[in-house]
Protein backbone atom coordinates (compact mmCIF):
# COMPACT_ATOMS: atom_id res chain seq x y z
CA UNK A 1 0.00 0.00 0.00
CA UNK A 2 1.37 3.25 -0.81
CA UNK A 3 2.27 5.75 1.83
CA UNK A 4 -0.28 7.37 3.32
CA UNK A 5 -3.16 5.32 1.97
CA UNK A 6 -5.21 3.25 4.19
CA UNK A 7 -7.76 0.82 2.42
CA UNK A 8 -10.83 -0.69 3.86
CA UNK A 9 -12.57 -3.86 2.10
CA UNK A 10 -15.84 -4.97 2.61
CA UNK A 11 -17.59 -1.17 2.92
CA UNK A 12 -20.96 -0.43 2.32
CA UNK A 13 -22.57 2.66 0.57
CA UNK A 14 -25.94 3.56 1.79
CA UNK A 15 -28.20 4.92 -0.60
CA UNK A 16 -32.59 5.10 -0.36
CA UNK A 17 -32.14 2.20 -3.36
CA UNK A 18 -30.02 -0.23 -0.82
CA UNK A 19 -26.24 -0.44 -0.35
CA UNK A 20 -23.32 -1.57 -2.44
CA UNK A 21 -20.18 -3.14 -1.63
CA UNK A 22 -16.65 -1.83 -2.10
CA UNK A 23 -13.50 -0.65 -1.05
CA UNK A 24 -12.88 2.30 0.51
CA UNK A 25 -9.38 3.86 -0.20
CA UNK A 26 -8.39 7.10 2.23
CA UNK A 27 -5.97 9.50 0.92
CA UNK A 28 -4.31 12.91 1.88
CA UNK A 29 -6.27 14.09 -0.86
CA UNK A 30 -9.60 12.71 0.16
CA UNK A 31 -11.78 9.86 0.04
CA UNK A 32 -11.97 7.08 -2.93
CA UNK A 33 -15.16 4.86 -2.91
CA UNK A 34 -15.09 1.59 -5.41
CA UNK A 35 -17.94 -0.30 -5.82
CA UNK A 36 -16.99 -3.81 -6.42
CA UNK A 37 -18.82 -4.75 -9.00
CA UNK A 38 -16.88 -1.76 -10.81
CA UNK A 39 -18.71 1.35 -12.32
CA UNK A 40 -18.10 4.92 -11.26
CA UNK A 41 -15.89 5.93 -8.57
CA UNK A 42 -17.35 8.01 -5.67
CA UNK A 43 -14.81 10.41 -4.81
CA UNK A 44 -14.55 13.60 -2.10
CA UNK A 45 -11.85 15.89 -2.19
CA UNK A 46 -10.08 17.21 1.32
CA UNK A 47 -11.40 20.70 0.52
CA UNK A 48 -15.28 19.36 0.05
CA UNK A 49 -15.35 17.28 3.27
CA UNK A 50 -17.78 19.96 5.86
CA UNK A 51 -17.22 17.15 8.83
CA UNK A 52 -17.39 13.57 9.89
CA UNK A 53 -19.26 11.70 12.50
CA UNK A 54 -19.08 8.20 13.36
CA UNK A 55 -22.23 6.21 14.39
CA UNK A 56 -23.02 2.46 15.96
CA UNK A 57 -25.61 0.66 13.98
CA UNK A 58 -26.48 -2.44 13.60
CA UNK A 59 -24.11 -5.39 13.02
CA UNK A 60 -20.81 -2.76 12.92
CA UNK A 61 -20.31 1.29 12.53
CA UNK A 62 -21.58 4.07 9.84
CA UNK A 63 -18.81 6.67 8.67
CA UNK A 64 -20.83 9.98 7.68
CA UNK A 65 -19.23 11.93 5.23
CA UNK A 66 -20.62 15.59 5.18
CA UNK A 67 -19.96 17.63 1.99
CA UNK A 68 -20.31 21.64 1.40
CA UNK A 69 -23.37 22.04 -0.36
CA UNK A 70 -24.07 18.25 -1.08
CA UNK A 71 -25.41 15.20 0.32
CA UNK A 72 -24.19 13.23 2.94
CA UNK A 73 -22.73 10.31 2.09
CA UNK A 74 -22.53 7.03 4.45
CA UNK A 75 -20.52 4.10 4.79
CA UNK A 76 -21.27 1.17 6.76
CA UNK A 77 -19.52 -1.81 7.24
CA UNK A 78 -16.66 -0.43 9.93
CA UNK A 79 -15.34 -1.87 13.36
CA UNK A 80 -15.69 -0.68 16.67
CA UNK A 81 -11.41 -0.50 16.12
CA UNK A 82 -11.27 0.85 13.03
CA UNK A 83 -12.03 4.61 15.07
CA UNK A 84 -8.70 5.45 16.17
CA UNK A 85 -7.15 5.14 12.78
CA UNK A 86 -10.03 6.88 11.18
CA UNK A 87 -9.52 9.85 13.86
CA UNK A 88 -5.53 10.06 13.38
CA UNK A 89 -6.59 10.22 9.33
CA UNK A 90 -8.84 12.77 10.11
CA UNK A 91 -6.88 15.00 12.33
CA UNK A 92 -3.70 14.97 10.39
CA UNK A 93 -4.73 14.16 6.73
CA UNK A 94 -7.65 16.19 6.85
CA UNK A 95 -6.44 18.51 8.99
CA UNK A 96 -9.94 18.33 10.97
CA UNK A 97 -8.69 19.51 14.33
CA UNK A 98 -12.13 17.98 15.86
CA UNK A 99 -11.55 14.75 14.29
CA UNK A 100 -14.47 12.78 14.01
CA UNK A 101 -17.70 13.44 16.01
CA UNK A 102 -19.49 10.58 17.89
CA UNK A 103 -23.20 10.52 17.39
CA UNK A 104 -26.02 8.13 18.91
CA UNK A 105 -29.31 7.53 16.52
CA UNK A 106 -32.23 7.98 17.92
CA UNK A 107 -33.90 4.84 18.93
CA UNK A 108 -37.65 6.12 20.64
CA UNK A 109 -39.75 5.90 17.66
CA UNK A 110 -41.06 9.34 18.47
CA UNK A 111 -42.68 11.11 15.09
CA UNK A 112 -41.93 14.50 16.47
CA UNK A 113 -38.40 16.35 16.69
CA UNK A 114 -35.86 19.13 14.50
CA UNK A 115 -35.22 19.69 10.91
CA UNK A 116 -31.81 20.56 9.77
CA UNK A 117 -30.80 21.03 6.58
CA UNK A 118 -26.95 19.56 6.14
CA UNK A 119 -25.55 20.80 2.84
CA UNK A 120 -27.81 19.00 0.40
CA UNK A 121 -29.24 16.61 3.08
CA UNK A 122 -31.86 16.97 5.30
CA UNK A 123 -31.74 15.30 8.54
CA UNK A 124 -34.72 14.74 11.65
CA UNK A 125 -33.26 14.72 14.88
CA UNK A 126 -35.60 13.10 17.89
CA UNK A 127 -34.04 14.65 21.41
CA UNK A 128 -30.62 15.76 19.60
CA UNK A 129 -30.25 12.25 18.11
CA UNK A 130 -30.60 12.10 14.43
CA UNK A 131 -33.61 9.78 13.42
CA UNK A 132 -32.72 9.56 10.02
CA UNK A 133 -31.28 11.82 7.10
CA UNK A 134 -32.92 12.48 3.35
CA UNK A 135 -30.60 13.41 0.54
CA UNK A 136 -32.46 16.21 -1.33
CA UNK A 137 -31.50 14.95 -4.52
CA UNK A 138 -33.83 12.39 -4.34
CA UNK A 139 -36.58 14.86 -3.87
CA UNK A 140 -39.09 14.98 -7.47
CA UNK A 141 -41.71 17.28 -6.09
CA UNK A 142 -42.09 19.38 -3.28
CA UNK A 143 -44.87 21.84 -2.05
CA UNK A 144 -46.85 23.40 0.55
CA UNK A 145 -50.12 22.67 2.15
CA UNK A 146 -51.01 25.20 5.67
CA UNK A 147 -48.64 24.05 7.66
CA UNK A 148 -47.65 21.13 6.36
CA UNK A 149 -44.11 20.71 3.75
CA UNK A 150 -45.00 17.82 1.44
CA UNK A 151 -42.16 15.64 -0.10
CA UNK A 152 -42.60 13.00 -3.15
CA UNK A 153 -39.62 10.69 -4.09
CA UNK A 154 -37.93 9.79 -7.38
CA UNK A 155 -39.17 6.32 -7.89
CA UNK A 156 -37.62 4.46 -10.91
CA UNK A 157 -36.14 1.36 -11.90
CA UNK A 158 -32.74 0.91 -11.31
CA UNK A 159 -31.47 -0.88 -8.31
CA UNK A 160 -29.19 -3.30 -7.70
CA UNK A 161 -30.34 -4.95 -4.34
CA UNK A 162 -33.78 -3.07 -4.35
CA UNK A 163 -36.40 -4.23 -1.88
CA UNK A 164 -39.96 -4.35 -3.29
CA UNK A 165 -40.86 -1.17 -0.47
CA UNK A 166 -39.21 2.17 -0.82
CA UNK A 167 -40.18 5.42 1.01
CA UNK A 168 -41.72 7.24 -2.03
CA UNK A 169 -42.97 10.19 0.11
CA UNK A 170 -43.64 11.87 3.17
CA UNK A 171 -45.00 15.22 5.18
CA UNK A 172 -43.87 17.29 7.59
CA UNK A 173 -45.91 19.31 10.19
CA UNK A 174 -44.28 22.92 11.05
CA UNK A 175 -45.68 24.55 13.99
CA UNK A 176 -46.55 28.14 13.46
CA UNK A 177 -44.53 29.18 16.21
CA UNK A 178 -41.08 27.10 14.62
CA UNK A 179 -37.87 28.95 16.06
CA UNK A 180 -35.81 26.82 13.72
CA UNK A 181 -37.56 27.99 10.48
CA UNK A 182 -39.52 31.38 11.49
CA UNK A 183 -42.08 32.64 10.01
CA UNK A 184 -41.71 35.91 7.57
CA UNK A 185 -45.34 37.33 7.79
CA UNK A 186 -49.14 35.77 6.58
CA UNK A 187 -47.47 34.91 3.20
CA UNK A 188 -44.67 32.73 4.49
CA UNK A 189 -45.09 30.67 7.43
CA UNK A 190 -42.85 28.85 8.64
CA UNK A 191 -43.80 25.82 6.01
CA UNK A 192 -43.21 27.93 3.49
CA UNK A 193 -39.30 29.35 5.11
CA UNK A 194 -38.67 25.04 5.34
CA UNK A 195 -39.71 25.13 1.67
CA UNK A 196 -38.20 27.67 0.25
CA UNK A 197 -34.73 26.08 2.24
CA UNK A 198 -34.82 22.58 1.01
CA UNK A 199 -36.38 23.49 -2.79
CA UNK A 200 -32.93 24.43 -3.92
CA UNK A 201 -31.13 21.17 -3.30
CA UNK A 202 -34.21 19.10 -4.69
CA UNK A 203 -34.36 17.42 -8.32
CA UNK A 204 -37.82 19.21 -9.23
CA UNK A 205 -36.65 19.40 -12.87
CA UNK A 206 -37.63 15.69 -13.72
CA UNK A 207 -41.26 15.90 -12.57
CA UNK A 208 -41.25 19.93 -13.87
CA UNK A 209 -42.81 18.66 -17.28
CA UNK A 210 -44.34 15.49 -17.93
CA UNK A 211 -44.15 15.87 -22.13
CA UNK A 212 -40.90 13.69 -23.60
CA UNK A 213 -37.96 16.28 -24.97
CA UNK A 214 -37.93 13.45 -27.63
CA UNK A 215 -39.00 9.95 -28.42
CA UNK A 216 -36.96 7.34 -30.60
CA UNK A 217 -40.04 4.71 -31.07
CA UNK A 218 -39.34 0.94 -32.25
CA UNK A 219 -35.74 0.98 -31.44
CA UNK A 220 -34.06 -2.42 -30.67
CA UNK A 221 -32.67 -3.50 -27.31
CA UNK A 222 -31.03 -6.78 -27.22
CA UNK A 223 -30.35 -6.57 -23.71
CA UNK A 224 -33.35 -6.70 -21.92
CA UNK A 225 -34.72 -8.13 -24.85
CA UNK A 226 -37.35 -6.20 -27.33
CA UNK A 227 -38.39 -3.08 -28.85
CA UNK A 228 -39.37 -0.55 -26.91
CA UNK A 229 -40.44 3.63 -27.62
CA UNK A 230 -37.88 5.61 -25.49
CA UNK A 231 -38.56 8.79 -24.05
CA UNK A 232 -36.23 11.10 -23.06
CA UNK A 233 -37.60 13.77 -20.44
CA UNK A 234 -35.58 16.55 -18.40
CA UNK A 235 -34.90 14.39 -15.47
CA UNK A 236 -35.30 10.71 -16.38
CA UNK A 237 -35.35 8.11 -19.66
CA UNK A 238 -38.19 6.34 -20.14
CA UNK A 239 -38.68 3.09 -22.32
CA UNK A 240 -42.15 1.86 -22.89
CA UNK A 241 -42.22 -2.08 -24.34
CA UNK A 242 -45.30 -4.36 -24.95
CA UNK A 243 -44.50 -6.76 -21.49
CA UNK A 244 -42.74 -3.74 -19.37
CA UNK A 245 -41.53 -0.62 -18.79
CA UNK A 246 -38.36 1.10 -17.41
CA UNK A 247 -37.86 4.41 -15.59
CA UNK A 248 -34.30 5.35 -15.27
CA UNK A 249 -33.00 8.64 -13.79
CA UNK A 250 -29.98 10.24 -15.39
CA UNK A 251 -27.93 9.91 -12.66
CA UNK A 252 -27.55 6.25 -12.94
CA UNK A 253 -26.11 6.50 -16.04
CA UNK A 254 -22.29 6.31 -15.80
CA UNK A 255 -21.06 5.85 -19.40
CA UNK A 256 -22.61 6.08 -22.98
CA UNK A 257 -20.51 3.28 -25.23
CA UNK A 258 -21.20 3.54 -29.23
CA UNK A 259 -20.11 0.04 -30.83
CA UNK A 260 -20.08 -0.47 -34.34
CA UNK A 261 -20.95 -4.14 -34.93
CA UNK A 262 -19.22 -6.17 -37.10
CA UNK A 263 -20.06 -7.19 -41.10
CA UNK A 264 -23.65 -5.77 -39.94
CA UNK A 265 -24.62 -2.74 -40.94
CA UNK A 266 -25.69 -1.73 -36.92
CA UNK A 267 -24.03 0.04 -34.27
CA UNK A 268 -24.82 -0.37 -30.54
CA UNK A 269 -25.27 2.34 -27.88
CA UNK A 270 -24.27 0.58 -24.55
CA UNK A 271 -25.87 2.44 -21.85
CA UNK A 272 -24.15 1.62 -18.32
CA UNK A 273 -26.18 1.72 -15.16
CA UNK A 274 -25.05 1.95 -11.57
CA UNK A 275 -27.10 0.66 -9.94
CA UNK A 276 -28.68 -1.52 -12.40
CA UNK A 277 -32.20 -2.20 -13.74
CA UNK A 278 -34.32 -5.54 -12.81
CA UNK A 279 -36.75 -7.64 -15.24
CA UNK A 280 -38.09 -11.03 -13.54
CA UNK A 281 -35.00 -11.88 -11.43
CA UNK A 282 -32.38 -11.00 -14.11
CA UNK A 283 -30.30 -7.58 -13.41
CA UNK A 284 -29.60 -5.66 -16.46
CA UNK A 285 -26.23 -3.07 -16.12
CA UNK A 286 -26.06 -2.18 -19.40
CA UNK A 287 -28.81 -1.36 -21.81
CA UNK A 288 -27.68 -2.96 -25.49
CA UNK A 289 -29.69 -0.51 -27.78
CA UNK A 290 -29.35 -1.21 -31.47
CA UNK A 291 -29.49 1.09 -34.58
CA UNK A 292 -29.54 1.08 -38.24
CA UNK A 293 -26.10 2.62 -39.32
CA UNK A 294 -26.80 4.02 -42.56
CA UNK A 295 -29.76 6.08 -40.91
CA UNK A 296 -29.84 9.59 -40.54
CA UNK A 297 -32.16 11.65 -38.35
CA UNK A 298 -32.89 15.40 -37.62
CA UNK A 299 -34.88 15.52 -34.32
CA UNK A 300 -36.07 19.15 -32.46
CA UNK A 301 -35.99 19.46 -28.90
CA UNK A 302 -39.66 20.06 -27.02
CA UNK A 303 -37.67 21.98 -24.68
CA UNK A 304 -37.82 25.73 -23.22
CA UNK A 305 -35.07 27.84 -23.56
CA UNK A 306 -34.42 27.79 -19.71
CA UNK A 307 -34.51 24.50 -19.19
CA UNK A 308 -31.91 24.17 -22.40
CA UNK A 309 -29.64 26.75 -20.66
CA UNK A 310 -29.74 24.89 -17.32
CA UNK A 311 -29.11 21.55 -19.04
CA UNK A 312 -26.05 23.49 -20.99
CA UNK A 313 -24.78 24.81 -17.90
CA UNK A 314 -25.01 21.60 -15.94
CA UNK A 315 -23.48 19.14 -18.40
CA UNK A 316 -20.95 21.48 -20.62
CA UNK A 317 -23.14 22.56 -23.65
CA UNK A 318 -23.93 19.69 -25.40
CA UNK A 319 -27.38 20.13 -26.67
CA UNK A 320 -29.37 22.93 -29.25
CA UNK A 321 -32.89 22.66 -29.74
CA UNK A 322 -32.37 20.70 -33.45
CA UNK A 323 -29.95 18.12 -33.68
CA UNK A 324 -29.22 15.77 -36.67
CA UNK A 325 -27.03 12.93 -37.91
CA UNK A 326 -26.74 9.24 -37.92
CA UNK A 327 -29.59 8.37 -35.31
CA UNK A 328 -27.47 6.07 -33.41
CA UNK A 329 -25.01 9.46 -33.02
CA UNK A 330 -27.75 11.27 -32.27
CA UNK A 331 -28.86 9.43 -29.97
CA UNK A 332 -25.83 9.56 -27.82
CA UNK A 333 -25.23 13.35 -28.22
CA UNK A 334 -28.49 13.79 -26.83
CA UNK A 335 -28.39 11.10 -24.09
CA UNK A 336 -25.37 13.05 -23.06
CA UNK A 337 -26.54 16.14 -22.85
CA UNK A 338 -29.36 15.45 -20.99
CA UNK A 339 -27.27 13.40 -18.23
CA UNK A 340 -23.78 14.33 -18.52
CA UNK A 341 -22.64 11.16 -19.46
CA UNK A 342 -19.17 10.60 -20.73
CA UNK A 343 -19.40 8.78 -24.59
CA UNK A 344 -16.61 6.46 -25.41
CA UNK A 345 -16.12 5.00 -28.88
CA UNK A 346 -13.62 2.22 -30.00
CA UNK A 347 -9.89 3.80 -30.22
CA UNK A 348 -6.64 2.37 -32.24
CA UNK A 349 -7.77 -1.13 -32.31
CA UNK A 350 -8.51 -2.59 -35.56
CA UNK A 351 -9.07 -5.87 -36.49
CA UNK A 352 -6.52 -8.36 -38.83
CA UNK A 353 -8.36 -7.59 -41.70
CA UNK A 354 -8.67 -3.60 -40.92
CA UNK A 355 -12.73 -4.13 -41.58
CA UNK A 356 -13.99 -3.81 -37.57
CA UNK A 357 -13.28 -2.03 -33.80
CA UNK A 358 -14.23 -5.97 -32.38
CA UNK A 359 -12.82 -9.49 -32.38
CA UNK A 360 -15.32 -12.63 -32.18
CA UNK A 361 -15.03 -14.84 -29.71
CA UNK A 362 -16.98 -17.19 -27.11
CA UNK A 363 -17.19 -16.55 -23.42
CA UNK A 364 -18.57 -19.21 -21.03
CA UNK A 365 -20.88 -20.68 -24.23
CA UNK A 366 -22.42 -17.63 -25.68
CA UNK A 367 -20.95 -16.59 -28.84
CA UNK A 368 -20.14 -12.63 -29.22
CA UNK A 369 -17.96 -9.58 -29.83
CA UNK A 370 -14.98 -8.46 -27.90
CA UNK A 371 -13.68 -4.50 -28.32
CA UNK A 372 -10.29 -4.07 -26.97
CA UNK A 373 -10.99 0.24 -25.73
CA UNK A 374 -8.42 2.37 -25.06
CA UNK A 375 -8.76 1.88 -21.35
CA UNK A 376 -10.21 -1.54 -21.35
CA UNK A 377 -12.38 -4.14 -23.02
CA UNK A 378 -16.27 -4.29 -23.72
CA UNK A 379 -18.12 -7.74 -24.46
CA UNK A 380 -21.04 -8.65 -26.07
CA UNK A 381 -23.73 -9.38 -25.26
CA UNK A 382 -24.33 -12.67 -23.48
CA UNK A 383 -23.77 -11.34 -20.60
CA UNK A 384 -22.29 -7.36 -21.29
CA UNK A 385 -19.23 -7.34 -19.62
CA UNK A 386 -17.08 -4.18 -19.09
CA UNK A 387 -13.29 -4.41 -17.95
CA UNK A 388 -11.68 -1.23 -17.02
CA UNK A 389 -7.92 -1.04 -17.70
CA UNK A 390 -7.26 -0.37 -13.88
CA UNK A 391 -9.21 -3.47 -12.54
CA UNK A 392 -7.08 -5.69 -14.71
CA UNK A 393 -4.10 -7.43 -13.08
CA UNK A 394 -2.56 -9.30 -16.17
CA UNK A 395 -3.31 -10.86 -19.38
CA UNK A 396 -2.21 -13.95 -20.85
CA UNK A 397 -2.52 -15.47 -24.04
CA UNK A 398 -3.18 -19.19 -23.36
CA UNK A 399 -2.73 -21.62 -26.25
CA UNK A 400 -5.43 -24.50 -26.29
CA UNK A 401 -3.03 -28.14 -27.52
CA UNK A 402 0.48 -28.60 -28.30
CA UNK A 403 -0.71 -30.85 -31.72
CA UNK A 404 0.39 -30.84 -35.26
CA UNK A 405 -2.62 -29.40 -36.11
CA UNK A 406 -2.57 -26.10 -37.70
CA UNK A 407 -6.15 -24.37 -35.39
CA UNK A 408 -3.95 -25.20 -32.33
CA UNK A 409 -1.26 -22.76 -33.69
CA UNK A 410 -3.21 -20.30 -34.95
CA UNK A 411 -6.06 -19.79 -31.85
CA UNK A 412 -5.45 -18.89 -28.52
CA UNK A 413 -7.68 -17.87 -25.09
CA UNK A 414 -7.15 -14.53 -24.06
CA UNK A 415 -7.27 -14.77 -20.08
CA UNK A 416 -8.06 -11.51 -18.04
CA UNK A 417 -7.68 -11.47 -14.59
CA UNK A 418 -8.79 -8.77 -12.34
CA UNK A 419 -7.22 -7.68 -9.36
CA UNK A 420 -9.82 -9.20 -7.03
CA UNK A 421 -9.10 -12.28 -8.16
CA UNK A 422 -11.78 -12.98 -10.81
CA UNK A 423 -10.97 -14.51 -14.05
CA UNK A 424 -12.42 -14.07 -17.51
CA UNK A 425 -11.87 -16.31 -20.12
CA UNK A 426 -12.38 -15.87 -23.77
CA UNK A 427 -11.97 -18.35 -25.95
CA UNK A 428 -11.99 -19.64 -30.36
CA UNK A 429 -14.76 -21.82 -29.27
CA UNK A 430 -18.27 -22.15 -31.18
CA UNK A 431 -16.96 -20.70 -34.43
CA UNK A 432 -15.23 -17.96 -33.39
CA UNK A 433 -12.20 -16.29 -34.86
CA UNK A 434 -9.86 -15.18 -31.84
CA UNK A 435 -6.58 -15.88 -33.55
CA UNK A 436 -2.97 -15.04 -33.33
CA UNK A 437 -3.56 -12.46 -36.38
CA UNK A 438 -6.62 -10.83 -35.07
CA UNK A 439 -5.75 -9.45 -31.79
CA UNK A 440 -2.71 -5.88 -32.28
CA UNK A 441 -3.59 -3.92 -28.64
CA UNK A 442 -2.78 -0.96 -29.31
CA UNK A 443 -1.33 0.17 -25.72
CA UNK A 444 0.95 -1.79 -23.27
CA UNK A 445 -0.90 -4.01 -20.44
CA UNK A 446 0.93 -6.37 -17.83
CA UNK A 447 1.62 -10.19 -18.75
Known sequence: MAEGIQAFGEIWLGSRGGVSSGQLRLMPAGFVWRRKQGGKNVEVKREEIDGLSWTKVPRGCQLSVRRKGATTLNFLGFRDKDLDSLQQYARNALALPEGIAEEALSTSGHN??????????????????????????????????????????????????????????????????????????????????????????????????????????????????????????????????????????????????????????????????????????????????????????????????????????????????????????????????????????????????????????????????????????FYVHKPPLLIPDNDIESVEFARQGSGAMSSSVRTFDLVIRLKGGTEHMFSAQSGGTCSSSSIRRRSPLKT
Not at 230 to 256: A, C, N, P, W
Request: charged fraction near 25%; hydrophobic fraction near 40%; charge should be negative.
Open 112 to 377: WGAVQLRGASLAFTVGGKVAFELPLADVCTAQQMKDDVMLELHVDDTGGEVAEDMLQELAFYVPPGNEEFPARGEDAPASKVLLDALLPHADTEAAAADEPVCVFSEVGILAPRGRFDIEMHLGYLQLGGQSQDFKVRYTSIQRIFILPKQNTPHTLVVISLDPPIRKGQTYYAHLLCQFPTEDDITVELDISEEALTAKNEKNGGKLSTEMSGPVHEVFAKLLRGLSGARITKPGHFRNAAGDGFSVRCSYKADDGQLYPLDRGF
